[in-house]
Every structure is written in C-alpha cells, then in structure tokens.
C-alpha cells in the first residue's frame, strides 16, 4: 500500500532540500553557482546521453536512477568540495543522511540505500560511467567559466590531475579530452601549473 498523501508530499518536500545544497562549480561560464539538485539532474541527463553515445549495453534506466540519487546524501551532509581534505569521509555522514531519507515514512522507493550505496561503490558498469561524467560536468563548467571555481580555491594543476586520474582506465578518450583542457588552462592562467 502506497504512502498516505501527507507522509507522501512530505517526502517530496524533503527531496526537495537537495536544491538547497550550494556547489562551488559555476554554471552557463561563471553565471552563479550551482545547486546539488541541478548537478544530479545535468548529471542523470549527460549519463544517458554518455550511455546512448557509447552504444553500449548498459541498463540506462538503472543509470539515470544511480544519478538522480547520488548526491541525495547532502540534504543532511553538504557538499563536499572535490579538493577538500575531508573528501575521504564525506561518503560516512552522506551515507548517514540517505538512510535517513530512506527510511522516510513517504519514501515509497524500494532500495534506496542499497542503490546509493552501489553507485558509492563503483563498481558496477553504470556506477563507473556515473563517477566519469560526474567529475566531467564541474570540469567543463571550469573550462567554460575560465577556471573560476579553480582559481577562487587556489587549485592546482596536480590537484586536478589526481581527482581526475582514475579516468585514464575508465575511458582514455575522454581522459586524453580532459588532458588537452588542463594543459589549455595551465596556457591561459585559469589554473596554476603546480
């Protein structure tokens, strides 16, 4: 039996706190800063483009949902800046918050948690195609804003070479594309050579 409408609507006002979740990536070339309910839903639409590009078998439903909830966990922990050094436990307290919106008397999704906890994992073929495009996206919104995001946090070039290093394996194109960009904006001083 489906949620009563009250606990229902609840639920949907709590997804909706995801909105409120600032980014610290700049959207339309340094317009304003983006909010984690954009960032999922650029993401769920890039990774079914992505999938349909690559003419390959993946279960797309299945990635557009692992998309859609995988930054569901800052409603209650926040976002955690790809550079920041507590970037290795973010995923303890985000993990934390989707058991609690699991467990939301509204939430009529059957294996939220675990879905969450897959797309954490990355191990699945939709869970790597998800962390590639999910590292691409603020990337690109750095090139087309001339590194605003890069140049307000003082990132450096080794920085970005590190968080995005897992790429290589999981799709070289797409890695030697990123490759271009960082050298192209090392040249024009949007992020430090270092």
Known sequence: ???????LTNFFIHLDELK?????????GGERRENSAEHSWHLAMACWAYAEALDDSFDVDKLIKLALLHDLGEIGAGDTFLYSPNRGTAHLKERESVAGTAGHPGNSIPGLLELWDEQEAGRSKEAK??????????FLHNVTSEGRAWRDN?????????????IEDESPEVWGWLRSKIDLAVEEGWLDAS
């Open 1 to 7: 039996m489906p949620p009563a409408m009250p606990e």
């Open 20 to 28: 409120a979740v600032q980014r610290r990536t700049y959207i339309r």
């Open 129 to 138: 195609l998800l962390k590639v495009v999910d590292r691409l996206l603020p």
């Open 154 to 166: 003082g990132i450096h070039k080794d920085q970005v070479l590190k968080m995005h290093s897992f």
